[in-house]
């Protein structure tokens, strides 16, 4: 017996999927060979549902004709067909999605070893989604878990002072730039969902092992109290290794002072970030008073800042970095927030063709079905 045409469509999905984990894995693989046929995947994957279920996903004119190419009915572009089976604007399967459809029609070459370092989480969460997905619709027995690996980047790990090149330093920013563009327009809650944004912390064990213990052990964070999920959480946002080989006890542990903040937001935004709009910033958000309150500090915003009775001063958190990002992340944030444009700094756009310009290499692709 012939199979239905969805499973075809299915199995063009599943083939793309290991091509682009494939390309993902190998050592000079172009990041843009991953987005391109991952994201193609997932084309495949909701149009193989749709077909299965009767779901017309063809363009129609306003009168309810079909509309045709080349003699075939147009269907549905990706994210159309995104939209659909993902209709809630939060859904952080879709925002992920959204995000790579996006880099697919703007990565360049220069840029891609910056990207595939800084969206690392986010790759990994589009291929999860992707397994996920396709076993939930159709079934363990087309789960692809024993094909996708999962990588390891020695590099983070054995050379994590290693010194950047200028074009390295650039090409960083205008990848982080970009990423944080399209941060600062989502919710806290879909910035810590793994969905969005799958981040894994290493610790290297000292005790013996066990018969049973595998080489890497998940922590599914529905499954934790409220402080542990806290502190996975920001460790998450740091993106490091951890080597923990003796643990002390440390006042204000994993926080940060004013420098460390400027610091840290100045490599997300594309424009010059200075104590002063520092300042103004925690003052509009009452963070805490302007001087110190005697006994305990005064009141402050626990999520953002933290008081330290010793030196009389507050520290912050990395939450506080990435609530910055989302009120002026971008030039436009910025003017609206504080009602003048902010002081440029030398960032390089990540663009894949130049303004005014646009030919037929850099349009973006046409989607097709599986036939």
Not at 78 to 101: M, S, T, W, Y
């Amino acid at each position: 017996m012939a199979w239905p045409k969805w499973r075809h469509t299915l199995n063009e999905s599943k083939r793309l999927a290991i091509k682009a984990v494939d390309e993902y894995n190998l050592s000079n693989g172009h990041y843009a060979d991953f987005i391109g046929p991952m994201v193609r995947a997932w084309l495949y994957l909701l149009q193989a549902e749709f077909q299965r279920d009767k779901v017309d996903h063809r363009h129609h004119t306003d009168n309810g004709d079909l509309v045709f190419i080349n003699g075939a009915p147009k269907l549905w572009e990706v994210g159309q067909c995104v939209k659909h089976r993902f209709p809630a604007p939060n859904d952080p399967v879709r925002i992920n999605l959204e995000l790579f459809i996006l880099l697919r029609n703007k990565v360049e070459h220069r840029y891609e070893r910056a990207l595939k370092e800084v969206a690392g989480g986010r790759a990994h969460a589009l291929v999860i989604n992707f397994e996920q997905h396709l076993t939930t619709v159709f079934g363990p027995e087309h789960s692809l878990a024993h094909l996708l690996r999962f990588p390891l980047f020695v590099e983070s790990i054995t050379s994590p002072d290693k010194q950047p090149t200028l074009a390295g330093t650039r090409a960083s920013r205008a990848a982080r730039t970009m990423l944080s563009r399209f941060d600062s327009n989502i919710d806290d809650s879909v910035l810590d969902d793994n969905r969005y944004d799958f981040r894994v912390r290493l610790i290297p064990t000292t005790s013996s092992k066990m018969t049973a213990d595998a080489a890497y052990d998940f922590v599914n964070l529905e499954h934790v109290s409220d402080e542990e999920r806290a502190i996975l959480v920001g460790a998450g946002r740091a993106g490091k290794v951890i080597t923990k080989v003796k643990s002390v006890p440390v006042a204000a542990k994993g926080t940060m002072l004013p420098k460390a903040i400027v610091a840290a937001v100045q490599k997300r935004v594309p424009y010059e970030f200075n104590y002063a709009i520092h300042t103004r910033m925690w003052k509009h958000f009452k963070l805490h008073p302007a001087r110190w309150q005697p006994p305990e500090g005064g009141p402050t915003v626990e999520k953002y800042c933290f008081p330290v009775e010793p030196t009389k001063s507050y520290v912050y958190t990395a939450a506080w970095v990435d609530k910055i990002v989302r009120e002026i992340g971008t030039a436009e944030k910025f003017e609206a927030f504080f009602g003048h444009p902010p002081k440029k700094g030398k960032v390089t756009q990540i663009d894949a063709a130049r303004a005014g310009r646009q030919s037929a290499e850099t349009a973006a692709p046409v989607e097709h079905e599986v036939s």
